[in-house]
């Protein structure tokens, strides 16, 4: 089993920044990919950006440029810095994994961005 734990998000105004954590516990020596996924009232939940064990980042095209992924293996913990939010940046964010075919979410975090 694997556990995460986000944190870090609020209320932001439109081009502001928050930054989110994901601290993942239990049984995670063989997670390669964490990634960030989000969910708007109404909407599917989508990729927001991916990092591999190695660094290799991956983004969704509506944030390439405005959001960084990073990840600090020594804590088990990736972060999601959010730059020149949007108010359709709104959703709630989830950090996920998987291992051996099983996916793991986390409880999600709020980010609201008001105009």
């Known amino acids: 089993q694997v556990q995460l734990v986000e944190s870090g998000g609020g209320l932001v105004q439109a081009g502001g920044s928050l930054r989110l954590s994901c601290a993942a516990s239990g049984s995670i020596f063989t997670i390669n990919v964490m990634g960030w996924y989000r969910q708007a009232p109404g909407k599917q939940r989508e990729l927001v950006a991916s990092i591999t064990s190695g660094g290799i980042a991956n983004y969704a095209g509506f944030v390439k440029g405005r959001f960084i992924i990073s990840r600090d293996n020594a804590k088990n913990t990736v972060y999601l810095q959010m730059n020149s939010l949007k108010p359709e940046d709104t959703a709630v964010y989830y950090c996920?994994?998987?291992?051996?075919?099983?996916?793991?979410w986390g409880q999600g975090t709020q980010v609201t961005v008001s105009s």
């Open positions: 996920e994994t998987s291992k051996f075919g099983v996916d793991f």
